[in-house]
């Protein structure tokens, strides 16, 4: 990949040059030169998107931080459990022109981690700083009327407490605990180890699951872990979306995004502030977006083929789902959760 040299007013003024990730050792941030086409092809805008990469250049935070504008509209954010169509969503919100739907930015991700690692206020306030600079940067619109919606990796949910207390307008979307079970077993071994991989970087979070002890959870099966996972988000969901002063938040079920993708999508566009036409949202939710892997674009998946999958696996595992749903459905983490989540999308 070509290392282009490019002036650090021409990456801040430029919404081509993509911020992709945070080196806060030599206080940097890297940017990938990647046009509108191509952030909306890519499932994943991190290492999986070098295919659409033409090149890179990296500039300093604190020069970048003089010479950013902020723009006109803040990002709108999806934050997830994961295993819940977010991708799907995502795809369905990328309308060019008006909305451009950006999945899992890589930078985010360093935000979080570094977030985790902060030991006092004074790091906590820098990242604040820094914060601000990259989101103003993924910001940046590709034509002039168009908004940004970020999708948020679920591994750096713990950014949503921090994006909930500002003017940001944030769908939490979840799937429920048998679903991200079942996908557990659908995706094998390699899911498996994901969500070990989650426990371990939320355990970091000084809430949920840190408060079970270490040698504890090495003795818990995968699905237990898996159960755990679901729960400490669920549980940050719940707790924020009930929070004083939480207008700015709502809550969304996956299965309603696949059961009334129309009605689903124009709520989302008007909670999200978006600004799209109620046309164009339309021909999304009755598109080729709804039939395909909102991962693997040419391999065609529907609802109707993803309720067989998941009803062949629940026939095979049925006894095993239901004894880890009671269990996870026991536990309080840190909080209780209701039977419906909070704030639902009208």
């Known amino acids: 990949m070509n290392k282009a040299s490019i002036t650090p007013e021409n990456l801040a003024a430029d919404p081509a040059w993509f911020p992709h990730a945070l080196d806060l050792e030599r206080r940097n941030i890297e940017f990938a030169r990647i046009d509108r086409a191509g952030l909306a092809h890519e499932a ?14 990296s500039a300093p935070i604190d020069v970048l931080a003089g010479l950013a504008k902020k723009p006109l509209h803040g990002p709108a954010f999806i934050f997830h459990t994961a295993f819940c169509c977010s991708t799907l969503m995502a795809r369905a919100l990328d309308i060019p022109g008006q909305i451009l739907a950006l999945k899992e930015p890589d930078i985010l991700m360093g935000l979080a981690n570094a977030y985790r690692m902060a030991k006092n206020e004074p790091a906590r306030r820098d990242l604040d700083q820094t914060r601000d600079l990259i989101l103003g940067l993924l910001a940046r619109p590709h034509q002039e009327n168009e908004r940004v919606v970020i999708k948020v990796t679920n591994t750096a949910n713990n950014l949503a407490p921090i994006m909930a207390t500002s003017d940001a307008r944030i769908i939490f979307l979840n799937g429920d605990l048998r679903g991200f079970l079942v996908s557990v077993l659908k995706k094998g071994e390699a899911c498996k180890a994901f969500v070990r991989k989650q426990y371990t970087i939320f355990a970091l979070d000084r809430e949920g699951v840190s408060a079970i002890p270490e040698r504890q959870a090495l003795g818990l099966t995968d699905l237990q872990i898996a159960a755990l996972v679901w729960r400490h988000q669920m549980e940050m969901f719940a707790r924020l979306l009930s929070a004083p002063g939480s207008d700015n938040l709502r809550s969304l079920g996956f299965r309603r995004l696949l059961d009334h993708p129309a009605e689903t999508l124009l709520a989302a566009n008007t909670h999200l502030a978006l600004g799209a036409d109620d046309a164009a949202i339309k021909a999304m939710a009755t598109g080729s977006v709804f039939k395909k892997n909102a991962k693997f674009g040419d391999e065609r998946y529907d609802a109707a083929a993803r309720a067989k999958d998941e009803a062949d696996l629940v026939a095979r595992h049925n006894e095993e789902l239901t004894m880890i ?12 959760l209701p039977e419906k989540m909070p704030s639902p999308l009208d």
Do not use: H, I, P, Y
């Open 44 to 57: 994943f805008l991190d290492g999986r998107m070098a295919g659409s990469v033409k090149a890179t250049a």
């Open 325 to 336: 749903e009671n269990w996870a459905m026991q536990l309080m983490l840190a909080t209780t």
